[in-house]
């Protein structure tokens, strides 16, 4: 359904209550251009971690399904329904797809925010961020040439890219629709099949997102969506001969376990994004402080601090080291947690009661390891899975908090008094996925960006960027790319052609 364009707290719970009525809300895996429940016929509940109150009823795809939809989709590619299709008239559908999610817009960010409990302002910018990426996608479409190589009269040379053929891509819970628009954009762009798992934690866009894709003329098996766990659906898509990318967005832990998966089978390519603990560097020349402490809480409170690239870890130099604190403690005030329906709110609710325990576990082991517990620290009591803005001080590289991923609202304040600490500190992490730095001095700011080992440096700003510049990370942060026309590039294949000529 389309949802006219809702303003206040009262207008967003109005549509949430529309919108969950019974038979409502599709539950089911999309397989072969229809929605079917498991061959199982197991299910299992989504919850809103706001309430606690079950959304759906989700179908719970294994191996069995798995099977079936990795069969459909190689179908689909040798019948070339899009493989072989035109260059603009996959791009024709693909924007299509982009107009009906910019009509559906508030109902896909509506379910976002009931299914992982984000802020619905949030939401709303999460799938403006989807549907940017599907129309950047399609509009590459068409504008990819191949190449001639350099040869004599006597031969022709050619360089053609290719569709891989079959992408599975598992994507995580906590921006559900604009990591699945990550995904799903190039791999489609590029003329792919995929099939699509999302985070049981937050199937609930994917699948309407299925039911967009159908009306908007993605041919039957080029577009699967299969809701289930990891250990089950997520496995046998990974050990699938039939399956050539896997495409995750996820923990280290999951990243390798793939990578194991993809040696153990077809030595399929496999692009992950992973964790991080990043590092966010601010020098003691920066200018405009207050400024500068907003950005640094909002790029660990944003999202209830479940981000990838959080700005976990905050290396202040020591001579502002206590102001600058103050100002972030000042902020994370101002940051509370609140109800996800509420376009005032900044913070939302934990995802569920799993990660909700591992964050408090985590600030109880910061306390006992002699952390400076300055804000925060405790669960918010009452309805639904809420943690406020917690800082810590005087956190040393050798503490927990300070090198382990929390995924939660836990910022580490570090103090540091030489450039090349800063930048030893930074760099003493087994992740690599983005970094900032704060400074005024430009021959600081190359300096440093050139020895921090990161994917991506915010060079005074956080998580700054658009679709032409690509997101992903070194180290153990992971391999892939997201966006840019370097994505597009990872869901293709080279195949070089030599043509002997007459002479």
Known sequence: MSIEAPKTRD??????????????LESRAFIDDAFVGAASGETFDTLNPATGETLARIASCDAADAELAVGHARAAFARGDWSRLAPGKRKRVMLRLAELMETHRHELALLD????GK???????????????????????????????????ESL????????????????WNFPLMMTAWKIAPALAAGNSVILKPSEKSPLSALRLAQL??????????????????????????LSMEVDCLAFTGSTGTGKQLMQYAGQSNLKRVYLECGGKSPNIIFADCRDLDRVARHAAAAIFHNQG????????????????????????????????????DPASFMGAIVDEAQHRRILDYIRQGVEEGARLCAGGQ??????????????????????????????PVLSVFGFDSEEEAVAMANDSVYGLAAGLWSQDIDRIMRVTRRLQSGQVFVNNWAGGDQTVPFGGVKQSGNGRDKSHHSLEEYSELKSVWIALST
């Open 157 to 172: 040379a050619l360089v053609l890219r290719e569709p891989l053929g079959v992408v599975a891509s598992i994507v995580p």
């Open 11 to 24: 207008d967003w719970h109005a549509l949430a209550q529309s919108l969950t009525q019974p038979l409502t």
């Open 213 to 238: 894709a159908r009306e908007a003329g993605i041919p039957r098996g080029v577009f699967q969506v299969l809701p289930g766990f990891g250990h089950t659906v997520g496995k046998a898509l990974a």
């Open 113 to 116: 925010t009931l299914d992982m």
């Open 379 to 408: 669960a918010i009591e009452g309805q639904g899975l809420f943690i406020p803005p917690t800082v810590f001080d005087g956190v040393t590289p050798a503490m927990t908090i300070g090198r382990e991923e929390i995924f939660g």
């Open 306 to 341: 479940e981000v990838c690239i959080a700005g976990s870890r905050l290396l202040v130099e020591n001579a502002i080291r206590e102001a600058f604190v103050e100002r972030v403690l000042s902020c994370a005030e101002s940051m509370q947690p609140g109800d996800p329906l």
């Open 119 to 153: 802020p619905v302002s949030s939401s709303l910018g999460d799938t403006a961020g989807a549907i940017a990426c599907l129309r950047y996608n399609a509009e590459s479409i068409d504008k990819l040439y191949g190449e001639v190589a350099p040869t004599g009269e």
